[in-house]
């Protein structure tokens, strides 16, 4: 049985690789253009199906923690898994239906998901604080999987704006821009996968124990 939990976590982080490795081949292979199935960026295509699903999974499991919780006592509060539930909720309707996108304001509502996943901590530190104290390697995978969903969905998301865009020929020099883009693309969506799984980790640790 411990083989077995251990092993679904590089399983799955295996399939991400897999996944923006196929988009980033495609993409190079086709002009900029990846296969419609494995485009990170469309909508219920594979990887947005499968993030969907993460963040789904992510938001179910402290609504019923939440819901079924029996001991007021032990960490988190109910209102933090409230809270937590309802964002990751949301973020997995957008994800599905790419609402950010649609509605025209990607980039604000992307500060609104930062601004978001900053206040809860802040809001709620004395129960991250005495949940570190109850599970410290669980609070420890989600801290990793925050830090890489941060570096993968803003930081090379800042990196294109800021960086590769207005020095491309400094740069890369001759290098065609979606050849370019598609690597960091690749990149910022194995970021944000991986994170989103080691939160995921993380929250059914608590959720077990």
Same mark, same amino acid.
């Given at each position: +049985?411990?083989?077995?939990? &251990?092993?679904?976590?590089?399983? %799955?982080?295996?399939?991400? /690789? /897999? +996944? %923006? ?18 485009? %990170? ?17 992510? #938001? ?12 007021? $006592? ?12 309802? @964002?990751?909720?949301? =973020? ?5 239906? $790419? ?5 025209? !304001? !990607? ?14 901590? %802040?809001?709620?530190?004395?129960? @991250? ?5 109850? !599970?410290? $390697? ?15 969905? &803003? #930081?090379?998301?800042? &990196? ?6 207005? !020095?491309?020929?400094?740069? @890369?020099?001759?290098? $065609? @821009?979606?050849?370019?883009? =598609? ?15 080691? /939160?995921?980790?993380? +929250? ?6």
């Amino acid at each position: +049985m411990p083989v077995k939990k &251990f092993l679904w976590l590089p399983l %799955v982080i295996s399939i991400e /690789i /897999i +996944m %923006v490795v196929l988009y980033a081949v495609t993409a190079l292979s086709n002009g900029g253009r990846p296969f419609p199935l494995l485009d %990170v960026n469309g909508t219920r295509t594979l990887p947005s199906l499968w993030q969907a699903t993460q963040i789904f999974l992510t #938001g179910a499991l402290p609504l019923w923690t939440c819901i079924t919780y029996r001991n007021p $006592k032990l960490p988190p509060s109910r209102t933090l898994l409230a809270c937590v539930a309802v @964002f990751f909720l949301y =973020a997995a309707a957008d994800e599905l239906f $790419k609402l950010s996108f649609l509605s025209g !304001h !990607h980039k604000t509502i992307q500060v609104v998901y930062l601004s978001l996943g900053l206040a809860i901590p %802040v809001l709620f530190y004395r129960d @991250f604080i005495r949940l570190y104290q109850f !599970h410290p $390697k669980a609070v420890r995978w989600i801290g990793l999987g925050i830090l890489s969903f941060v570096f993968g969905g &803003f #930081g090379l998301e800042l &990196f294109r704006s800021h960086v590769q865009e207005p !020095h491309w020929y400094q740069l @890369f020099g001759r290098w $065609k @821009f979606y050849q370019v883009d =598609a690597i960091r693309t690749a990149l910022e969506e194995l970021g944000e996968m991986v994170g989103e799984t080691l /939160i995921l980790k993380g +929250m059914i640790d608590i959720a077990m124990r």
